[in-house]
C-alpha cells in the first residue's frame, strides 16, 4: 500500500540521505515526534485524564520501544514508518490529515532511513555516558529512582552484543539483559558496563558468557535484580559470595558451575529466594535439605527431573528462567 505511494521525490531523498551520515535520534527524529506527533501520542499527561493515543507515548525511546511499532532495520514492516507513509486520503495516515498529517517528505524518509539504519536511539560509542563511579554499590543503586532506563546506557550495551529487553510494555523501566548469542565473547569488561542502567536491571541472563568470579562484584551491586542465570560459568563459591546484597533476588541458576555446599549460608539469608539451580555442581542432597529449612517454600533442584525434560531446554531463550 505505502510502496505504490512513494513519490520519486522521496525515492531520490532516500538516495540522498542514505549516501550521508547515520540519522541521529536526538538531533532528527526526536524534533519530529515532538513537533507532530506528541500532541496525541505522549506519556506525559497534561490534564489527568489524558491517555496517549492507541496507548503509544512516542516521547521517550523507552515509549517507543515499548509500542511495538518498529522493526529495527526494516522500516517497511515498522508500523511508525508505515503509518506516516501512507497516502493523504488513507484514514489511518499519521499524523491525520486535518490534524497537521502528512509529513514532509523529507521527514518521512528521515524515519525510513533512521529505522532501516536500525533504529539506535544513540551512536552506542559510550560516549557521553561517563565512568562508573568507582564507589557505586548495592545501597546507592537502591536509592536511585527507577526511571527511564538511560537510553544511551541501553544503546551502549547492545552496542556491546547485549540484548536488552522491557519485561512487560506497561513496565518500560524495568529491564532484562542477556548475552545469548554473544556469551562466548562476554567477558566481566562488557558485563561491568550494565552499571550504567544499574537501577533499572531487573533480570540478567550470564549463562555461558565467561564472566568470572570477579565480575560477580558488579552484579552484586544491581540492587533489584530478581533473576540471575549463571548456568555453565566459571563462577565459585566466591563470585556467589559478592551477591549477598540482593535482597529480591527470586531465581538463582548456578547449573554446571563450581559452586560447593559452602554457598548455601549465602543463599540462606535471600529470603525472597523462589528457586535455586544446583544441577551439576557440587552442591549435595545433604547441603540442599539444610537449606530446605531455611528457605521452605522455595523450589531447590538438584538434578534434573526425569519427568519434566524441561530442565534440558536451557538453550531455548523463551525457557531461559521458567526451568
Ligand atoms: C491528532 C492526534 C494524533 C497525532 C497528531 C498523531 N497521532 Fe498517531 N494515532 C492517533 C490515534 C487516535 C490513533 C489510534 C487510532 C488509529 O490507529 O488510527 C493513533 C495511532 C497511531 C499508530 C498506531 C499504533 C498502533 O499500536 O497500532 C501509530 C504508529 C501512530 N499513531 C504514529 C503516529 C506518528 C508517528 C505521529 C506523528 C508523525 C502521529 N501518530 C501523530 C492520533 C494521533
Redesign the pocket.
Known amino acids: 500500500m505505502s510502496s505504490k505511494f512513494i513519490s520519486p521525490v522521496l525515492c531520490l531523498l532516500s538516495v540522498a540521505l542514505s549516501s550521508g551520515q547515520e540519522v541521529d535520534y536526538k538531533k532528527q527524529i526526536a524534533p ?2 515532538s513537533s ?6 505522549t506519556a506525559k499527561k497534561r490534564e489527568t485524564d489524558k491517555k496517549p ?4 507515548a ?1 516521547d521517550t525511546p523507552g515509549g517507543i520501544r515499548a ?3 518498529l522493526e529495527p532495520g526494516d522500516a517497511s514492516s515498522s ?2 514508518y ?3 507513509s501512507l497516502p493523504k486520503t488513507d ?2 495516515l ?3 490529515t486535518d ?3 502528512p ?1 514532509s517528505a523529507k ?1 518521512i524518509a528521515l ?1 525510513k532511513k533512521w529505522i532501516d539504519d536500525g533504529a539506535r536511539f544513540s551512536s552506542g560509542s559510550g560516549q557521553g555516558l561517563g565512568e562508573i563511579a568507582a564507589d557505586l554499590d548495592v545501597a546507592k543503586v537502591m536509592a536511585m529512582p527507577m526511571r527511564e532506563p538511560n537510553a544511551d546506557g541501553v544503546a551502549h550495551l547492545e552496542g556491546l552484543g547485549a540484548t536488552v529487553s522491557q519485561l512487560a510494555v506497561n513496565l518500560p523501566q524495568q529491564l532484562a539483559v542477556e548475552w545469548i548469542s554473544t556469551y562466548h565473547k562476554t567477558t566481566d569488561k562488557e558485563i561491568e558496563q550494565i552499571l550504567h542502567i544499574a537501577p533499572n536491571v531487573v533480570e540478567v541472563d550470564l549463562s555461558r558468557t565467561k564472566v568470572t568470579d570477579e565480575g560477580l562484584k558488579h552484579i552484586g551491586k544491581l540492587a533489584r535484580l530478581t533473576h540471575l542465570n549463571l548456568s555453565r560459568t566459571q563462577i565459585t563459591d566466591k563470585g556467589v559470595a559478592h551477591l549477598s546484597g540482593l535482597r529480591y533476588l527470586e531465581y538463582l541458576n548456578l547449573y554446571g558451575t563450581g559452586v560447593s555446599n559452602d554457598i548455601l549460608p549465602v543463599l540462606a539469608k535471600h529470603r525472597k529466594l523462589k528457586a535455586v539451580y544446583a544441577w551439576k555442581t557440587k552442591i549435595t542432597q545433604e547441603g540442599l535439605s539444610k537449606l530446605r529449612k531455611a528457605l521452605p517454600d522455595a523450589k531447590l533442584v538438584l538434578e534434573t527431573d526425569a519427568k519434566s525434560n524441561r530442565y534440558d531446554n536451557l538453550d531455548n531463550p523463551d525457557n531461559k528462567f521458567d526451568f
Open positions: 519530529i515526534l507532530k506527533c506528541n500532541s496525541c501520542h493515543k492507541a496507548g503509544l512516542l509500542g511495538g511499532v508500523e511508525l508505515v503509518r506516516v484514514d489511518e499519521m499524523p491525520p490534524d497537521g498529517g509529513l521527514e524515519i
